[in-house]
Nanobody
């Protein structure tokens, strides 16, 4: 089992920045993926950014086209924590953001609200 604790959501004006954090604990295998998804009202959950790892080596990073150049995903291996730095936020980024970990199974965080005002 893997437990996820998210933090960092909030309300910000357009053009502002936020950083989301997700700390994972429990049984995490050497090969794993950590990432962020989001779900806006009335829309399906979508991938925002994802980072795969083999041990402490980064395998790959992927971003949704809508956030490329504005969001950066990173990982602190010693703390099993993944971060999402979100810059130049837009109102269309408003959503509940969910941390996701794939390691022998798929695990989700409880979600954190990000609201961007125009």
């Amino acid at each position: 089992q893997v437990q996820l604790v998210e933090s960092g959501g909030g309300l910000v004006q357009a053009g502002g920045s936020l950083r989301l954090s997700c700390a994972a604990s429990g049984r995490i295998f050497s090969f794993n993926a950590m990432g962020w998804y989001r779900q806006a009202p009335g829309k399906q959950r979508e991938l925002v950014a994802r980072i795969t790892s083999i041990g402490t080596s980064i395998g790959s990073t992927n971003y949704a086209d809508s956030v490329k150049g504005r969001f950066t995903i990173s990982r602190e291996y010693a703390k099993n924590t993944v971060y999402l730095q979100m810059n130049n936020l837009k109102p269309e980024d408003t959503a509940v953001y969910y941390c996701n970990v794939e390691t022998g199974g798929v695990y989700w965080g409880q979600g954190t609200q990000v609201t961007v005002s125009s």
